[in-house]
C-alpha cells in the first residue's frame, strides 16, 4: 500500500508537532528548580526503552514518520515483543517525565495533545502495516498499541 500525498504529509505535520511539544517539554523541565525523583526515574526509562526499541531494529526500517519503509521488516522482538510501538511509548513517557519535573499545569497539559499525536501516528502506521506483512493482523491481537494493559 503506498500512502497519498496527503498522508504523508499529515505523518510530517504530526513529527513536526510532536518535536515541538517535546522541545517545549523538555526546555519547561529542565528549568525546574529540583527535579522530583520518580521523573528523573521516568525520563531515564524512557531513553533506555527508546534506545531498546531502536537496537531492535535493522538499519534502516526505523521511520520517524508513521509511513513505514515498503521494504521494512515487522519487528516482534526486543521491547516490540510486549508493545507495538516502543517509541512511542519512550517519546509519551519522556513528555510525563518532564511534565513532572515541571510541576505546572501547562506541562501536564501539553502532554494531552503529544499522547493525541503519537496515537494518530500509531494509527496510520498500523493501517499500514497491516497491508504490508501478513502476520501482523495476529501479531496487533496479542501485543499492546503504547503501554502494556493500559493502551
Same mark, same amino acid.
Given at each position: 500500500?503506498r500512502?497519498?500525498?496527503?498522508?504523508?504529509?499529515?505523518?510530517? =505535520?504530526?513529527? @513536526?508537532?510532536?518535536?515541538? *511539544? =517535546?522541545?517545549? =517539554?523538555?526546555?519547561?523541565? @529542565?528549568?525546574?528548580?529540583?527535579?522530583?525523583?520518580?521523573?528523573?526515574?521516568? !525520563? @531515564?526509562v524512557?531513553v %533506555? %526503552?527508546?534506545?531498546?526499541? *531502536?537496537?531492535?531494529?535493522?538499519?534502516?526500517?526505523?521511520?520517524?514518520?508513521? +509511513?513505514?519503509?515498503?521494504?521494512?521488516?515487522?519487528?516482534?522482538?526486543?521491547?516490540?515483543?510486549?508493545?507495538?510501538?516502543?517509541?512511542?511509548?519512550?517519546?509519551?513517557?519522556? !513528555?510525563?517525565?518532564?511534565?513532572?519535573?515541571?510541576?505546572s499545569?501547562?506541562?501536564?497539559?501539553? +502532554?494531552?495533545?503529544?499522547?493525541?499525536?503519537? +496515537?494518530?501516528?500509531? %494509527?496510520?502506521?498500523?493501517?499500514?502495516? *497491516?497491508? =504490508?506483512?501478513?502476520?501482523?493482523?495476529?501479531?496487533?491481537? !496479542? +501485543?499492546?498499541?503504547?503501554?502494556?494493559?493500559?493502551?
Amino acid at each position: 500500500m503506498r500512502c497519498s500525498v496527503v498522508e504523508e504529509w499529515l505523518g510530517r =505535520l504530526l513529527v @513536526v508537532v510532536q518535536f515541538a *511539544l =517535546l522541545a517545549w =517539554l523538555a526546555w519547561r523541565g @529542565v528549568q525546574a528548580p529540583s527535579i522530583p525523583i520518580g521523573a528523573a526515574m521516568a !525520563g @531515564v526509562v524512557s531513553v %533506555l %526503552l527508546g534506545l531498546w526499541a *531502536l537496537a531492535s531494529n535493522p538499519p534502516g526500517n526505523f521511520n520517524i514518520r508513521p +509511513t513505514p519503509h515498503p521494504d521494512g521488516q515487522m519487528i516482534s522482538a526486543g521491547p516490540y515483543r510486549w508493545v507495538r510501538h516502543p517509541m512511542y511509548a519512550a517519546v509519551l513517557l519522556f !513528555g510525563v517525565a518532564c511534565a513532572w519535573a515541571d510541576a505546572s499545569w501547562d506541562g501536564w497539559l501539553a +502532554t494531552a495533545p503529544l499522547a493525541v499525536v503519537l +496515537t494518530c501516528k500509531a %494509527l496510520m502506521e498500523e493501517r499500514w502495516m *497491516l497491508s =504490508l506483512h501478513p502476520g501482523y493482523a495476529a501479531y496487533r491481537a !496479542g +501485543t499492546a498499541r503504547i503501554f502494556p494493559g493500559i493502551f
